[in-house]
């Protein structure tokens, strides 16, 4: 069994693979302070709440942009598994061309994802992943990634609005039933929600219009669904792209071909 881990600033999403399949799947809190070992505990308590052991486990795939916690990821698979990983980072053989100014800055999600959705939907394709900042990725339809765009995240940027402005409340990040709303709470959630909408389906359009083609839309992140029921631009919504992604940079670098 593969497991793979997708190390983010806010969730640190896991997945087990049996051959293709995703039997388990876990979103944890990212923690910059956590030791191999208490990585390594917290495993052992996943793993048993579904049945798993550390044995079961052959092989373990990282893609992190949170370099702090690279070295107690990697030694929790060294300590906890007797593995040593395969980190996604320069010399892993991906099967994708980048094109990009310096390939090094781009987080090893964002390859990850590209891909993933590239080898599932081919292309030319868009991805969105709403993390803690909101990636556009852009796959041509020869499978080349060529670049995309950044912006704050959904939970980073209600925060923001939260501790600057002392008399709003936190609200549920849910959908109002319209956008013109009589009370504060709606009116934060309108704000947000059709907001982000909008930044979405303005940035999409804009890089359609830019490829000048259209392109196929996916979706991932702890939001991606929320969005995508109002979105006009998202056609997929893919919850475990990135772990998908690790499964198949895995298999392309002890499989060459596959």
Not at 109 to 114: M, P
Request: charged share 20%; with cysteine; net charge negative.
């Amino acid at each position: 069994m593969l497991l793979a881990i997708d190390a983010g600033n806010t969730n640190i999403v896991l997945g087990i693979y049996q051959e293709n399949t995703l039997v388990s799947h876990w979103r944890v809190s990212t923690d910059r302070l956590r030791t191999a070992d208490e990585y390594g505990i917290m495993l052992r308590n996943l793993f048993d709440c579904h049945g798993h052991t550390f044995s079961d486990i052959s092989a373990v795939a990282i893609s992190s942009v949170v370099p702090p916690l690279m070295a107690a990821l990697e030694d929790m698979s060294q300590n906890y598994f007797q593995i040593t990983p395969l980190v996604i980072g320069p010399g892993v053989r991906t099967g994708m061309p980048i094109k990009f100014d310096n390939p090094k800055e781009i987080g090893a999600d964002r390859i990850v994802n590209a891909v993933a959705a590239y080898e599932k939907y081919g292309g030319p394709l868009i991805i969105v992943d709403f993390g803690t900042a909101t990636t556009f990725d852009v796959v041509t339809k020869q499978g080349v990634y060529i670049g995309g765009a950044i912006a704050p995240g959904i939970g980073i940027s209600t925060e923001a609005l939260f501790v600057r402005a002392a008399k709003l409340p936190r609200v549920e990040l849910i959908k109002p039933n319209s956008v013109i709303t009589k009370n504060t709470v709606n009116g934060i959630q309108a704000g947000i929600i059709f907001g982000f909408v909008g930044q979405v389906d303005g940035i999409v359009n804009r890089m359609k219009k830019e490829l000048g083609e259209d392109a196929f839309v996916v979706a991932t992140g702890g939001l991606a669904e929320l969005i995508q029921s109002e979105s006009e631009t998202i056609q997929k919504v893919d919850p475990w792209l990135t772990l998908e992604g690790l499964r198949i940079i895995y298999l392309r670098n002890v499989s060459p071909g596959k």
